[in-house]
């Protein structure tokens, strides 16, 4: 298994403003995801995180609002930009080793936005 | 993104009794998840199945992989206290790029 780091694990933030969350994990892996979870419900895969190239990104999530950075194979970040109440949710990072291959969970990232 | 049809949504049950959860699909999937998620902690990986007809134990979780590849079951024997959360399965097809699809997630509680 891996060990995934968050950080922040909680924030509150203003709407309009910009949170930039990291992932970090402590081996290289080969596919790194972002999901939302929004208050009560299941988990939305946001994007794929591309090692060196842009991310890919799932139907109704757009890079201008969440772009993604991943430098490396240990370490990921997501923006969520120009924030609104209804981002409030849990964010997630996810890592796989490979494509057909288990996927473990960071803690989360708490954020709400008033 | 799509979600797998999982039930039951809930189930409240007596401490000692077994708990049964199911997940259904309409695509084949070569990768059947459990997932277990507390209150404020991210899932964590309960059960891997990656075989037709498997059936695998991790303690007193037991789940297999559907013949039909398109469903999944996680039963817990004598439950406890601890096993109070929230249930998810997760299932991966051939040509998904490596991205699951989730269930809606089983809220189990365990009374005394």
């Known amino acids: 298994s891996a060990v995934i780091s968050q950080k922040p694990s909680r924030d509150i933030c203003q709407r309009g403003t910009s949170l930039t969350i990291q992932c970090q994990v402590d081996s290289q892996v080969t596919m790194m995801f972002w999901y939302r979870q929004q208050p009560g419900q299941s988990l939305t895969l946001i994007a794929t995180?591309?090692?060196?190239?842009?991310?890919?990104?799932e139907s109704g999530f757009v890079i201008d609002k969440f772009p993604i950075s991943r430098p490396n194979l240990t370490f990921s970040t997501l923006t969520v930009s120009n924030m609104s109440p209804e981002d409030s949710s849990i964010y997630l990072c996810?890592?796989?080793?490979?494509?057909?291959?288990?996927?473990?969970f960071g803690p989360g990232t708490r954020l709400l936005v008033l | 993104g799509q979600q797998l049809n999982q039930s039951p949504q809930s189930m409240f049950i007596q401490e000692g009794e077994d708990v049964s959860m199911n997940c259904t699909s309409s695509?084949?999937?070569?990768?059947w998840l459990w997932y277990k998620q507390d209150p404020g902690e991210g899932p964590v990986l309960l059960i891997a199945?990656?075989?037709?007809?498997e059936l695998t134990s991790n303690g007193r979780l037991t789940a297999q992989f559907g013949i039909t590849r398109k469903d999944s079951f996680l039963n817990i024997s004598a439950s406890i206290p601890s096993d109070v959360g929230i249930y998810f399965c997760?299932?991966?097809?051939?040509?998904?790029?490596?991205?699951?699809?989730f269930g809606a997630g089983t809220q189990v509680v365990v009374t005394p």
């Open positions: 695509s084949i999937f070569n990768t």
């Open positions: 995180a591309n090692q060196g190239s842009e991310a890919t990104y």
């Open positions: 199945l990656y075989k037709a007809g």
């Open positions: 997760a299932g991966r097809s051939a040509d998904s790029w490596g991205k699951l699809q």
């Open positions: 996810s890592v796989g080793t490979g494509v057909g291959e288990t996927q473990y």
